[in-house]
């Protein structure tokens, strides 16, 4: 049993303060009847909702799109650093959320965060090869070169080789890429341009999939994603 008013923001209807507000001026109607007790007792299996006369669809895991901000590490728990869970909002909080892969503490952009383990699984296995794509600011120029060791696949030092990877210059800056890779190595992305002799000063994940940032979420934001987002997401490839 949940209360009502978490439940139909767990499931996108809108903020705590929204739905509460649906709630008491009798949009919400539970098995029938109009309910305008937000704490009313509800169970997800059984109770048919209504939300202004459309019946609602429960569904029992969420999907959330952040765009990290730099500073907070994609974790659940931490002793030293805030963790993305930390800095979910409010009405989104709820028991068994993880991040679904990792940024590093200093990249920004794209995380998909849920309580679906089947899912997370589905997107980071490698063997799905599902593409992430990545603007990168360097300390140098991109030459032809250095798109053609990340076509033919980087090699790191200790003889790991990556899978071949897109790089992109961006029109109006040679300093910028855009990087494609489908793999998830540590550190990945800035691993491959050290190996070229070039620095990654900025890191953004914009892409996973056919899924790309949403650019009007602010930084440090967060979206729940539709059926079809997370469609896109295991579209994979992105060309
Ligand atoms: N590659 C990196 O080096 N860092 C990230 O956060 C993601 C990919």
């Not at 997800?44 to 569904?59: I, W």
């Not at 900025?202 to 539709?226: F, H, N, Q, W």
Request: overall charge positive; proline content about 3%.
């Amino acid at each position: 049993m949940e209360r009502l008013d978490k439940v139909l923001v767990s499931q996108g209807i809108g903020s705590r303060k929204e739905v509460q507000k649906l709630i008491k001026s009798g949009e919400v109607r539970v098995n029938g009847e109009v309910c305008k007790k937000i704490d009313y007792k509800t169970d997800v299996n059984s109770d048919s909702l209504t939300v202004k006369g459309q019946a609602l669809n429960y569904q029992k895991y969420v999907y959330i799109m952040m765009n990290k901000p730099a500073g907070v590490v994609s974790a659940t728990e931490d002793n030293l650093d805030k963790t993305v869970i930390d800095i979910l909002p409010a009405e989104m909080k709820r028991k068994g959320l993880f991040p679904a892969g990792r940024l590093d503490k200093d990249t920004e952009g794209l995380l998909i965060i849920t309580d679906d383990g089947e899912f997370a699984h589905q997107i980071l296995s490698p063997r799905k090869h599902i593409e992430k794509r990545y603007l990168a600011r360097l300390d140098g120029k991109i030459t032809p070169d250095t798109i053609k060791k990340f076509e033919e696949g980087i090699i790191f030092a200790d003889g790991t080789k990556c899978q071949p990877a897109g790089l992109e210059i961006s029109e109006d800056d040679e300093k910028t890429g855009i990087v494609t890779i489908c793999e998830g190595k540590f550190h990945q992305v800035k691993k491959m341009f050290a190996v070229c002799g070039l620095k990654v000063e900025y890191l953004k994940r914009i892409a996973m999939g056919g899924l790309e940032l949403d650019v009007k979420l602010p930084i440090g934001s967060c979206k729940l994603l539709t059926n079809l987002d997370k469609s896109l997401i295991l579209v994979g490839k992105l060309h």
